[in-house]
């Protein structure tokens, strides 16, 4: 979370499953990574996809978010989140993401 509120999100980074569709990430974080200890799902409805500040994790963020992703920024109706996503899946799913996104 880089600004904002959104139900069953916080600052904190969460592994997870993301099943996407057009301006849309349904979300579901892990418990320690764990996929069998998931925690509720999350239902995130995107307005906008900010790419311009594309990059790599840093700092302590490698402790929490695979160093193989990217982090672009998801702003919605009441927050703007990093989200980040496995570089070689990256542009993947922000086609899935963005197919009606403005």
């Keep these: 979370m880089v600004t904002g509120t959104h139900d069953g999100l916080s600052e904190k980074w969460w592994a997870g499953e993301a099943m996407l569709s057009p301006g849309r990430v349904h979300f579901v974080p892990f418990v320690g ?6 925690r509720k799902a999350v239902e ?12 790599s994790p840093t700092g302590r963020e490698v402790l929490s978010v695979d160093p193989g ?10 927050a703007t989140l990093e989200w980040a996503v496995l570089e070689r899946q990256m542009n993947w799913a922000l086609d899935r993401v963005s197919l009606t996104v403005g």
Excluded: C, K, N
């Design 69 to 78: 992703t990217e982090v672009v920024r998801l702003v919605t109706p009441t």
């Design 33 to 38: 990574a764990v996929r069998f200890l998931r």
């Design 44 to 55: 995130i409805v995107v307005d906008q996809i900010d790419v311009s500040e594309r990059r």
